[in-house]
């Protein structure tokens, strides 16, 4: 990997942003949930879905040079969309994409951020100090309802 910048995504990102979600999600995912969940999950990552979640929530993608390999937002007061290329998974991208979103976070006053894991990233956030609050079963996808409180420094 060359050297990882992060930085707001935009209107340009979103056709790499939806292949990178599906991607994901088929590739990482599937060992959690069944296809079809799979394919549910996969659906909400078109363009246009893309698109709408950028106007209503700061995006931001992570970049190899000129390659978008991870993605996470901030909605309100909860993490949400991350997700790290899979062939650059376990290099601590999605540890610098949460060290990133907290302290966006931080700088917009949340003081405690929520998110709903996959079944897939439970361990990796509780590496991260995110807590279990509960797990949410769901047809469309089940996740674990989890927390951390961010600190001032
Ligand atoms: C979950 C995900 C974002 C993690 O990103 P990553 O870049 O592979 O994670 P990192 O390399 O930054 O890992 C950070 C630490 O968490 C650990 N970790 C990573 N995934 C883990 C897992 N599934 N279970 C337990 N620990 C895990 C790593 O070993 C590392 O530990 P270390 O600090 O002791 O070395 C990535 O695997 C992914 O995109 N998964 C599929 C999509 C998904 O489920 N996203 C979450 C949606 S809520």
């Known amino acids: 990997m060359d050297a990882l910048t992060i930085r707001?995504?935009?209107?340009?990102?979103?056709?790499?942003?939806?292949?990178?979600?599906?991607?994901?999600?088929?590739?990482?995912?599937?060992?959690?949930?069944a296809a079809p969940v799979v394919e549910l999950i996969a659906g909400n990552a078109t363009p246009d879905k893309v698109a709408q979640r950028l106007a209503e929530r700061d995006v931001f993608v992570c970049l190899d040079?000129?390659?978008?390999?991870?993605?996470?937002?901030?909605?309100?007061?909860?993490?949400?969309?991350?997700?790290?290329?899979p062939s650059l998974q376990g290099k601590g991208v999605?540890?610098?994409l949460v060290a990133h979103l907290e302290a966006h976070a931080r700088q917009a006053g949340v003081v405690e951020?929520?998110?709903?894991?996959?079944?897939?990233?439970?361990?990796?956030?509780?590496?991260?100090g995110y807590r279990l609050i509960r797990f949410e079963e769901r047809e469309d996808g089940s996740t674990f309802l989890m927390s951390k409180t961010l600190t001032s420094c």
């Open 8 to 33: 707001p995504a935009t209107a340009a990102d979103v056709p790499a942003l939806s292949d990178l979600i599906r991607r994901t999600v088929r590739l990482s995912n599937a060992a959690d949930y």
């Open 65 to 85: 040079g000129a390659r978008i390999v991870g993605t996470i937002g901030l909605g309100g007061d909860r993490l949400r969309s991350l997700f790290v290329e």
């Open 94 to 96: 999605g540890a610098r």
């Open 113 to 128: 951020l929520q998110l709903s894991s996959s079944i897939t990233a439970r361990g990796f956030y509780e590496r991260l």
